[in-house]
C-alpha cells in the first residue's frame, strides 16, 4: 500500500510498516528515479520494519547562475525542510520520535548527507547510492559530460556552495553511514567519495559491478546492502 500525502507543504509518497514506527526519509536523483513515485518503486526498502518516506526534489531553475541559482537551491531548499517535514510526518503518521534513517541518490544523497551533518534532527544510520559530496563535484561531472562548456565562478556562487561541501563537515557525520557506488558512477564523483569514505570513520564503501550512475539496473543489489544497513 502505498500512500500520498503532504507534510509542512511537502508532497511525499510513504510505504507503511508492519508494526514499526522508526522513519526513514528517502530523497530520489535529478535523473532516474526522478520523483519519489519512482523512487519508491526503484527502492522500496520493503525489508524495514519503518515508515519510509519518499521525498521530491524541488524544481531546478532553469534561469541564472547554473550552479548557484540552479544546484545549490535544489539541495539547500531539500535540507531546509528536513525539519519541519519531520515534524509533521511524526503527526500526522503517527512515526515515533527518535532518531531518523536518511537515505538518498546522487542530489537526493547530498540531502541526505548534509542532513546527517547538520542539526535539523537527529540521525540514526545514513545510506547513500551514488551520493554528491560537494557542488564541486557536480560541477566538474556536468563539464565532464558535456552538460556545461564552462563556468566562471563569482563571489555569490562561492558562497552559494560553501555550504554544500560535506567534506568540510565530515566530522559533524557521526551517524552510520554507508556508501554505495557503481562501477559506471561519475568520475568527479568517485574521487569526492572515496575521500568521504576516508574521512568518516567506520563508514562502508560498497562498490557494485555495472551499476550506472543512474540507478536503472542491478537495483536488487542496492536494496538489499541498504536495507541491510538499515537493519543493522
Not at 511525499?12 to 530523497?27: D, E, F, N
Not at 520494519?49 to 531548499?77: E, F, H, I, K, N
Not at 536488487?220 to 536495507?227: G, L, Q, S
Request: contains cysteine; glycine residues 10%.
Amino acid at each position: 500500500m502505498t500512500i500520498k500525502g503532504t507534510a509542512a507543504g511537502v508532497p511525499y509518497v510513504a510505504l507503511p510498516p508492519q508494526s514499526g514506527r522508526r522513519l526513514v526519509l528517502v530523497w530520489h536523483l535529478m535523473g532516474e528515479p526522478g520523483t519519489p513515485q519512482d523512487m519508491a518503486r526503484a527502492l522500496p526498502l520493503a525489508g524495514v520494519d519503518a515508515w519510509r518516506v519518499y521525498l521530491p526534489l524541488a524544481a531546478s531553475r532553469q534561469d541564472g547562475d547554473p550552479l548557484a541559482d540552479g544546484y545549490a537551491s535544489v539541495v539547500t531548499s531539500g535540507v531546509a525542510a528536513v525539519g519541519p517535514v519531520v515534524a509533521a510526518l511524526r503527526a500526522g503518521l503517527g512515526c515515533d520520535d527518535g532518531p531518523v534513517d536518511v537515505v538518498g541518490g546522487s542530489a537526493g544523497g547530498h540531502i541526505a548527507l548534509l542532513t546527517a551533518v547538520g542539526d535539523a534532527v537527529p540521525v540514526r544510520r545514513v545510506a547513500v547510492v551514488n551520493p554528491a559530496v560537494s557542488a564541486q563535484a557536480v560541477l566538474q561531472a556536468s563539464l565532464d559530460a558535456g552538460l556545461l562548456d564552462s563556468y566562471d565562478w563569482t563571489p555569490a556562487s562561492t558562497a552559494a556552495v560553501e555550504p554544500l561541501d560535506v567534506l568540510a563537515r565530515a566530522e559533524r557525520l557521526t551517524a552510520p553511514l554507508l556508501v554505495v557506488r557503481g562501477e559506471h558512477e561519475y568520475p568527479a564523483f568517485r574521487s569526492a567519495q572515496e575521500r568521504l569514505h576516508a574521512t568518516v570513520p567506520g563508514s562502508r564503501l560498497v562498490d557494485v559491478p555495472e551499476l550506472p550512475h543512474m540507478l536503472t539496473s542491478r537495483l536488487d543489489v542496492v536494496e538489499a546492502e541498504v536495507v541491510a544497513w538499515l537493519n543493522a
